[in-house]
Structures are given as C-alpha cells and as structure tokens.
C-alpha cells in the first residue's frame, strides 16, 4: 500500500505532527491495473490533440458512415467512452462506483443533459420534463450506490439548472436582475414562496408564454430538490455563461431559503463560483457574509471556470468589458484568495458551510490540504475536493488513500447522449487537457516501470 500521510485533525486546531505535504508522483499508480493506465496515457494523448477535440462531433460522425454504428461504438467504449463515462445502465454505473470506493474516492454523478444557449433544437415542456424524470432517476441512483446509510448527506449529485429551464428566459432574468431598481420583483424570498406554494407568479418583464414557463420550471427546481433532500442528497449547481449566471444564482438563492436553513443539516443546495471572472471573490464573499447573516448554510464548488474563449469572444462581438482574468496567473491568484476566503468561512462555520475544492491544480490542493492542516479542519469533514472521472488520478488517488473526502465528476448514459457531451465538454475545457502533460509523463514512467519488470504490480481488481 502506498505510504502516504494520514493527516489528523480536529476543531482545536493543527494536530502537533507538523504538516507533510502530500506527494502528487503518481506513486498511487500502482493501485490501478495496467490495461487502464495504458487507456488513460491513449486517451489523454488523443485529447490533447487539438483537432480531435474541435472536430470531434463531426469526426464521430464520418466514423459511423466508415465503420457502422456497431463498430464506431465498440471503439468509442473501448476509448474515450470507457476513460471518462460510468456507463449506460445502472449496474455498470454501480461497478464503476465500486471500483472508485475500492480506490478511496467518491461518486458525484452528472446527468449529461442541457440545453445549449439559443438552441433552437430543444424546445417545449415535454424536453425540460424529461430531463427531470433523469434528473430524479439520478437522485435515486446516487443514494443508492451508499454502502451504508448515510445521515451526514455526503452523497453528491451535479444539477445543471438549463436542463430544467430555457437559456432564453434565464437571459431574460439576468437583464431584469441587473436592473438598478427592478430588480425587488425578483427576490429569492418571492420566488421560494412561489416554489413552495405552487401559486402563480407575475414579473412585469415577461410575457404570458414565458410567466408559465418560469412557473414550470421553478416546479422542477422545488421537486428536484426536495426529492434530493429526502434522499439525503446534496446537490451541487453548475454554473455556466456570464450571460446565464444571475438567473442561475438568484434560484440558487431562492432554493438556498427554503433548503440550507439551519435546522436541515447542513447546505443541501451548493453554488458553483468560477474563478477566472473578475468579480468572483468579491461576489463569493457577499454572498458568505450574507448567508451568515441569515443564518443559512452555505455550499460552494469552487472552480476555475471553463468558458474562457467563448466569454472573451462573447464580450468582443458585444463591445462590452471582458468578464475574464487577464491570464491564467491572475486566475490562480483568484482561486487562491477565494479558496482562503471559504476556508476560512469553514473553521468558523463548521458544517453549515461546505466546500469543494474543484480543481486539478497541484499547487491549489497542496494549499487547501495545507491550510485545512492550520485551520483544524479534518479531512474527512466539510471539505472535500473533486476531480473528472478519467482524469488528474494521481492527485485523486494520493488524497483519496490519505484519508481526504475526494470525488469523482461522473457522467453516464448512452453513447449517443454521452458523446456528444463529452465533446462539449471538451471543447470548453482545452486548457485542461493540455495541462494534462504531467499526468501523462507520471503515467508513461508508471508504464515503462511495468514493462521493464521494476517492481511490476498486479491490479487488486
């Protein structure tokens, strides 16, 4: 087993070891047999190929027309599909699962499922309720894969709020919500009320068609959340285009009233925060402070954020100021202060604020590992840290086997939902698979250890 520091800590405060810094060399390799790390260097490798990534839906397509759908298919599970996806039904799902809790790290599935902004393609009641039959097929799975049962809640689930709701009525919102003045009409306390009385709600900014849409879907947002909260399942809320985020925070907000109060247990509805805008610490912490206030419970996912070059193209063909960090430096100087900042919040709050670290960067694990030392929080605690499935394995599996809360993004479903998916996320994401070269090389000398009969180890699945 690999010999890696079990860090002890506890509300009064660092534990009197001293702090050893984990050690991220892909050592943890050897608990993951050989045919998988020779997928995952493949697949990165492939990934890492730019043309693949921005002609990947199309390339997908020539594939079907060459191969068949069968063939195509079987090279897809045996790639990309079987590196970064769960599976299609809900036993693969579970051996997935079983083979992550073997290795120390958590489930957090996604449901691969949005609307994409403007999509003309997507429309009507039908798709939006569709999308939350999945959505609570979801929560039922993610309870499910619990070995025991869990009254902490530390089963997590994605929640992407477009798969509910229409990108043009949260564009809709987001103009009214920035609105000096206008913007009272749209407190989270009128629209909580409306979700938990049913009863119609009328905003002068919308018309007839879109006042019953926005009453439709904040009857999906109440029934997902409330069918989570039965489950005891936490869920976290993606956050996507600048243009979307207002509206996505102001039902975040609203939810929050109904479900983080303190006598629920802890945050059961989290907001994600994207630290490659400019105003997310100040916006991180206005809304600490005020939950505090309020005396709600607070849950962030706190990431980097992965729209970079759609935002900044956005801001140009507008002639608006860019919403982005100059560079990836001044990114991480802004995921730096803001994961201090909800560390912080954390040592003083305890479980009614909690935190994901969600991030694939060394340097900002190693410091939240660090400071949770510092501060006395426990690692298996109101912290936790996250990772997408197939991907940054050397920093899962090292603070998985050290005892951290670590978590694995999860997508699931068909090949014909997933892929395309998969793609998008791709897409968005670049910088992140070309960050990927250090995994690479950790799994390329894992590899050639194994090969050249040093110290070859058998997989224990």
């Known amino acids: ?39 995952a260097l493949l697949v990165l490798r492939l990934c890492a190929w730019p043309p693949l990534v921005t002609h990947g839906l199309a390339l997908q397509a020539w594939s079907q027309r060459l191969l068949g759908s069968r063939l195509s298919g079987a ?79 530390t089963a997590l689930m994605q929640l992407k709020m477009t798969a509910l709701m229409s990108t043009r009525l949260c564009k809709e919102l987001t103009s009214w919500v920035r609105r000096p003045g206008d913007s009272l009409e749209l407190s989270p306390e009128r629209l909580a009320e409306a979700m938990d009385s049913g009863q119609d709600l009328r905003v002068s900014c919308l018309n007839t068609e879109q006042t019953r849409h926005l009453q439709a879907s904040l009857s999906r947002l109440h029934r997902v959340v409330q069918h989570a909260r039965a489950q005891r ?53 206005r809304d600490a402070e005020a939950a505090d206030r309020a005396g709600l419970a607070f849950g962030v996912k706190l990431v980097r954020g992965a729209y970079l070059d759609k935002e900044r193209e956005m801001a140009r063909l507008q002639e608006t100021e860019d919403p982005t960090q100059p560079d990836y430096e001044a990114t991480s100087q802004s995921y730096s202060r803001c994961l201090e900042l909800m560390l912080t919040q ?96 950790l799994l390329s000398q894992e590899l050639r250890r194994r090969l050249l009969g040093r110290g070859l180890r058998v997989s224990p699945h």
């Not at 243009?243 to 907000?253: D, F, I, K, T």
């Open 1 to 39: 087993m690999l010999q890696t520091c079990r860090v002890l800590c506890s509300r009064a405060g660092p534990s009197p070891g001293g702090w050893q810094p984990l050690s991220f060399d892909g050592g943890a390799f050897h608990l993951k047999g050989t045919g998988e790390l020779t997928r």
């Open 75 to 153: 090279l897809l599970r045996a790639s990309i599909y079987g590196q970064f996806v769960a599976g299609e039904t809900a036993e693969e799902v579970r051996g997935c699962v079983l083979q992550l809790q073997n290795l120390g790290l958590r489930p957090l599935l996604a449901v691969p499922t949005e609307e994409e902004p403007d999509s003309a393609v997507k429309t009507g009641e039908a798709w939006y309720e569709g999308n939350l039959s999945a959505m609570l097929r979801c929560v039922d799975l993610s309870r499910g894969l619990l070995e025991t049962p869990d009254p902490k809640g």
């Open 233 to 285: 399942v936490r869920l976290l809320v993606d956050a996507e285009y600048t243009s979307l985020n207002p509206a996505l925070s102001l039902l975040v907000a609203a939810l929050a009233m109904r479900w983080n109060s303190s006598g629920e247990g802890g945050p059961w509805v989290w907001n994600t925060y994207q630290a490659y805008l400019k105003d997310t610490y100040k916006r991180l912490k």
């Open 346 to 441: 954390v040592s003083h709050r305890g479980p009614m604020c909690h935190l994901m670290v969600a991030s694939h960067n060394e340097d900002s694990v190693r410091q939240a590992t660090k400071r949770m030392w510092e501060l006395g929080i426990p690692p298996d605690g109101p912290v936790c840290f996250g990772q997408l499935l197939g991907m940054c394995d050397h920093v899962s599996l090292a603070l998985g086997q050290a005892g951290y809360a670590v978590y694995k993004s999860i997508p699931y479903g068909s090949l014909e939902e997933v892929i395309p998916y998969l793609i998008r996320r791709a897409q968005e994401n670049r910088s992140v698979l070309r960050g990927a070269r250090r995994e690479q090389e």
